[in-house]
């Protein structure tokens, strides 16, 4: 027996335990601190008159009685603001796509019902509402399209005349001849599959505070952003100031989902006019607003048709895609982020030699569609497995016997999609076989049928999917888009008194970082977890970073800590070294305490630090390093992360409400480095998927009115919606990847709309209907079997 | 438009406050604008999201749709009565333990209408449980954490007497 590997061997990591979140008992006790929490001296605030219009010219505004409502300080529209501030442009090295310019208030036009034209600031958020109330727009109402079928037609009013049509985006993905494929199949199955607008609904409404410091002409934005580096680079052309004398701090954020990922118009506002008026500046949106002008999800229509051969294997897809995508084109992501994922993720984890799918994204008089939990996926994956279940059963196989046959298998990877995306190694067979096993599948089957010889209306239904997590500099997350999003920066800095900062650009909303990030720093460099303090979310830590969003910040975050906490490691085993008389070889730190395995002699990190830094001599100075280190992270390729989903779902022959009876999600996301977060990570993004499946829906009407105003009318889930999840956690190793981590925020949300979508259709199959249309609600449900019964009687959606 | 003021007279977390205010100020913007107190949050403003629940005199309310006026001579209770960052009660403790919460935002609401159901409400099974928070709305966890730590404060406190 050895001694010396003993020790090591016996030393327990945090990586993989279920360490108790350090973020927690300032929120659990109150004071935690979102924007709306802070309230600087002097602080003024911003009310917004937004439009009522869906597309019309600004004819006049008339701010009538208003300056006489007490505490009314200025009022704005966007004359008042031309030399404020410059747009911001969602550039894109994309052809023939048109970067609709981003100004905080509507300029001449307003081009969705919501969209900001009057600001006033008042002493108070009631005063500033009271003389809302006074001003008056008139407007010259323009023709519009507002659903993307017509909007896409040559001779549709134009939302922006100056890109000389609505279609900004257009992109085409093909692999060997889809046509012929065709042409030899067995089988085809086709639909046309349509998951509609939804909005993110973080229970914070978005929120920003300026401040300006006329000392040193300097601004701060205190935003509820999970991008705040991002909104700093923009900024500061925007308002012409440099990163000196800008800073963007994300403090605590109430969630996200995506909502808060872009620019918004805003945030330029709040920082303009503290500049203007010298005073902090708040602007908190309400629920309405939110509901109406933060950034929406999706809403595509999905024509895709799949052809199988007779034994069951996948030879061809091809798809035809009209995104909609709002009014504007979304700051830094452009309206290609959402559209052109569909088109690029759609075969899904599957081999598929042919395939052609062609995405146009068109501008319609909405909010913008923007970043959204899952981006694209979630709709590309309930075409894809719904295509899957259609031609499993046209086949007269069994789904998941059709799927194993047709997922890539563990000696294929890496696998090369039809659409250029690369699959590392993932552990896409292990999930479905997972998934089932944990159910019992077979035994599933035998209580579904038992369920329906009862008369019950129950189904069972899968997907699986990979996503794309933790990407590096290879590709973009959004094509040719304007920002860098394949590195992230860890700083890690011991100071004179031996404690510890981290500091990273990503910034965490929800994800717990603070704790996990700290984990990983523990078992890397061996000190304390309560040592560490994890700085985040403010642009002055790092000089760039692209934020927390993309399932990214455990894979980037993790792996520059990774190698930040090596090097300071390194400095501080060198130091010791010199103190403790000892070779560095037989040195290591643990818990703090650097430990030889020669001697007896101990030295405390404390003790290090004030050698280092506050003994002046202790060491010589041609060996005195500080122990910091700054090292920035791009994994390249990016981590594939795969998962299946299995629910089974019964529908009520009286009301047609469905229930989740079983739902479990079988996922790899590579090393897991905090099981009670992944956990609470997939259970929420399950909750939000079934949420997209059975009751979100943002809807307009043919006015152009935004119908879903409240959130009694946007149905996000509450805890009677949603079942206890089954989770299985396979850890398959990840190659070429400094942490072994995969990112899965958002997988949850990617596979329940495909599943919940599946399990209603099986649940109604003896009843010929299939579900193409999310969310599956009680309405659809009626109005589907309508249809069957009464095709004459049929309105389509 | 602004009207006459009015002085308000009331209890929060044991502390007397009196403040002379509009009769159109929302309860929630008392606690948070005029008292500091922004542990209350606000998530919808019309009373669906929960996360402004606090309670008067003992039972659980929107804050968002309760006029400070309305609460003179009411004793309220709000989440930084609950526990502090260095003592956290019982129930901000079971919500870290089992990782009930997230981005923390609606998560005062969830403590306080949790403090009103331990008192009031049987949670004898999953399904009480899931009924009795159904009134709260929270888009991070998915519920079930909620659940498990609700379950086990409905363990710790037995049968309602």
């Known amino acids: 027996m050895s001694l010396h590997d003993h020790s090591v061997e016996l030393r327990p990591k945090l990586v993989g335990k279920r360490v108790k979140r350090t973020e927690d008992p300032r929120l659990l006790a109150g004071v935690g601190q979102y924007v709306d929490d802070m309230a600087p001296a002097g602080m003024m605030h911003v009310a917004l008159l937004r439009s009522d219009q869906p597309h019309a010219r600004i004819l006049n505004i008339d701010v009538g009685e208003a300056f006489s409502v007490p505490g009314v300080i200025a009022i704005y529209d966007a004359t008042d603001l031309e030399n404020e501030v410059r747009p911001a442009i969602p550039t894109s090295r994309m052809p023939d796509y048109y970067a609709t310019p981003i100004w905080p208030l509507a300029r001449h036009k307003v081009r969705y019902v919501g969209e900001p034209v009057v600001a006033v600031v008042a002493e108070s958020r009631y005063a500033a509402e009271d003389a809302l109330e006074h001003i008056t727009i008139d407007y010259e109402p323009l023709p519009f399209a507002i659903r993307q079928v017509d909007a896409v037609k040559d001779d549709a009013p134009l939302l922006h005349e100056e890109a000389g049509t609505n279609t900004i985006i257009r992109r085409e993905f093909k692999r060997g001849d889809v046509d012929a494929a065709f042409e030899s199949a067995a089988v085809t199955v086709k639909g046309r599959f349509r998951m509609t607008r939804k909005t993110a609904v973080a229970m914070e409404n978005r929120s920003y505070l300026a401040e300006w410091d006329a000392r040193k002409q300097a601004l701060t934005l205190y935003t509820s952003s999970n991008i705040p580096g991002v909104i700093r680079d923009v900024l500061s052309g925007c308002l012409d100031l440099p990163g000196t004398r800008l800073r963007v701090v994300a403090p605590d954020v109430g969630g996200s989902f995506g909502g808060k990922g872009s620019l918004y118009g805003e945030e330029i506002l709040v920082c303009a006019l503290a500049r203007k008026l010298k005073r902090p500046v708040k602007f908190v949106s309400d629920r309405l607003e939110d509901l109406s002008a933060t950034s929406q999800a999706f809403d595509e229509l999905i024509e895709a048709e799949l052809a199988v051969t007779e034994d069951g294997m996948l030879i061809g897809l091809r798809a035809d895609v009209i995104g909609d995508v709002g009014a504007y084109s979304i700051y830094p992501w452009t309206a290609a982020l959402e559209t052109v994922q569909v088109v690029s993720f759609l075969p899904g984890p599957y081999r598929m030699e042919h395939y052609r799918g062609r995405i146009r994204g068109v501008l319609t008089p909405k909010p913008p569609t923007g970043p959204y939990r899952g981006v694209g996926r979630p709709s590309s994956t309930f075409a894809m497995e719904r295509l899957i279940e259609m031609a499993a059963r046209k086949l007269g196989m069994d789904p998941v016997a059709f799927r194993r046959k047709n997922l890539v298998n563990a000696d294929e990877f890496p696998y090369r999609t039809a659409s250029g995306i690369i699959w590392d190694k993932s552990a896409f067979q292990e999930c479905l076989a997972g998934a089932c096993a944990h159910v019992n599948y077979p035994n599933l089957l035998l209580e579904r049928d038992e369920a329906r010889r009862d008369g019950r209306w129950v189904g069972i239904g899968l997907a699986s999917y990979a996503e794309l997590t933790g990407i590096g500099s290879r590709i973009s997350v959004a094509p040719g888009m304007p920002i860098n999003t394949g590195t992230e920066t860890a700083k890690i800095e011991i100071d004179a008194t031996g404690a510890i900062t981290a500091a990273f650009g990503i910034a965490s909303h929800g994800q717990g970082l603070e704790t996990t990030l700290a984990q990983v720093i523990v078992d890397e460099l061996g000190c304390k977890l309560e040592d560490i303090e994890v700085k985040h979310g403010d642009s002055a830590l790092v000089p760039m970073s692209s934020g927390t969003y993309a399932s990214r910040s455990a894979v980037l975050g993790g792996g520059a800590a990774t190698l930040a906490a090596r090097v300071v490691k390194g400095k501080v085993l060198r130091a010791a070294a010199y103190l403790m008389e000892q070779s560095i070889d037989d040195l290591d730190m643990h818990d703090g305490i650097v430990t030889s395995r020669n001697s007896n002699c101990t030295m405390t990190l404390k003790e290090i630090a004030s050698a280092v830094y506050s003994q002046m001599g202790r060491i010589p100075r041609d060996q005195r390093e500080d122990l910091a280190a700054s090292e920035t992270y791009d994994p390249y390729l990016g981590t594939a992360c795969s998962s299946t989903h299995l629910a089974m779902v019964e529908v009520d022959p009286e009301t047609y409400g469905v229930k989740v009876l079983r739902y479990v999600v079988a996922e790899d996301c590579g090393k897991i480095i905090n099981p009670m977060i992944v956990d609470g990570q997939v259970q929420g993004a399950v909750a939000q998927g079934i949420g997209a499946a059975l009751l979100e829906e943002i809807v307009h009407d043919d006015q152009g009115q935004t119908v879903a105003a409240s959130l009694a009318d946007y149905l996000v889930p509450v805890a009677t919606n949603v079942p206890d999840i089954g989770i299985v956690h396979i850890e398959a190793d990840l190659p070429n990847n400094v942490g072994g981590f995969r990112g899965m925020g958002e997988g949850g949300t990617i596979g329940a709309p495909a599943t919940i979508a599946n399990a209603v259709s099986d649940a109604l199959s003896h009843l010929s209907v299939s579900v193409e249309t999310l969310p599956v609600t009680p309405e659809r449900i009626f109005r589907m079997l309508q249809a069957r019964r009464d095709p004459a009687a049929a309105v389509t959606d | ?161």
């Open chain 2, 1 to 161: 438009m602004p009207e006459k003021k009015i002085t308000l007279s009331v209890s929060v977390n044991g502390v007397a406050h009196t403040a002379t205010i509009e009769p159109r100020m929302l309860l929630s913007d008392f606690l948070r604008h005029e008292l500091g107190l922004t542990g209350t949050h606000v998530g919808c403003e019309h009373g669906v999201c929960g996360a402004c629940t606090v309670l008067l005199d003992g039972r659980s309310a929107r804050s968002c749709l309760t006029l400070a006026v309305q609460a003179e001579g009411v004793e309220i209770e709000t989440v930084e009565g609950q526990g502090s960052v260095d003592q956290l009660g019982r129930i901000q403790e079971a919500f870290r333990q089992h990782h009930a919460l997230q981005c923390g935002f609606c998560t005062p609401g969830f403590i306080m209408a949790i403090t009103d159901m331990l008192r009031h409400h049987p949670l004898e099974s999953d399904e009480q449980i899931r009924e009795a928070l159904s009134g709260n709305i929270c888009r991070c966890t998915g519920y079930e954490h909620i659940v498990n730590a609700v379950r086990e404060l409905a363990r710790e406190r037995g049968p309602l007497t």
